[in-house]
C-alpha cells in the first residue's frame, strides 16, 4: 500500500475537488489497512453518501459512533446524512449529541460545515 499520509493527502484532494469517486477507492484502500479510523470512516460515509450509497454511508458512520461514541464529528457526519434523507428525529438527535460533545461553541459550529477541513479529517 501507499504511504498512509500520501493516500490520504490524494484521498482528500480529490475530496475537497468534487471527486468523489476518485476519493472513495482511496478511502476503502486506508479502511482496508486501518478499519478503525474513525476520520477516514466519517470521510468515507460521506463520500459514500455523495454518491448515492446510503446503505454504506448510515454503516461506515455508525460504526465511527461506535468506535468513538465521544468523538462529536462522527455524530455531526451521521446527522447530516440523516438530516438530507428526511430523517429527522435521527438527524436532530446525532446533531444535538454532536454539539454536546464539542469542546466549546465554536467547535460546535465548525461541525456544521460539512466539507473536509484542510487540517485533516474533521
Known amino acids: 500500500m501507499a504511504n498512509f499520509v500520501d493516500l490520504f493527502a490524494q484521498a482528500q484532494a480529490f475530496h475537497l475537488a468534487g471527486r468523489g469517486r476518485d476519493a472513495e477507492p482511496l478511502y476503502r484502500q486506508i479502511l482496508a489497512a486501518d478499519p478503525t479510523n474513525v476520520g477516514i470512516l466519517c470521510l468515507f460515509g460521506t463520500i459514500c453518501h455523495e454518491l448515492g450509497n446510503l446503505d454504506e454511508a448510515i454503516a461506515s458512520l455508525k460504526e465511527a459512533v461506535r468506535l468513538r461514541p465521544d468523538y462529536a464529528a462522527a455524530h455531526n457526519c451521521l446527522g447530516i446524512v440523516w ?8 438527524a436532530l438527535a446525532s446533531f444535538q449529541e454532536a454539539c454536546r460533545l464539542a469542546p466549546n461553541p465554536i467547535a460546535a459550529l465548525r461541525l ?9 479529517a474533521y
Do not use: Q, S
Not at 83 to 90: I, M, P, T, Y
Not at 112 to 120: I, M
Open 112 to 120: 456544521l460545515d460539512p466539507k473536509p477541513h484542510r487540517g485533516g
Open 83 to 90: 438530516a438530507k434523507e428526511g430523517k429527522l428525529d435521527e
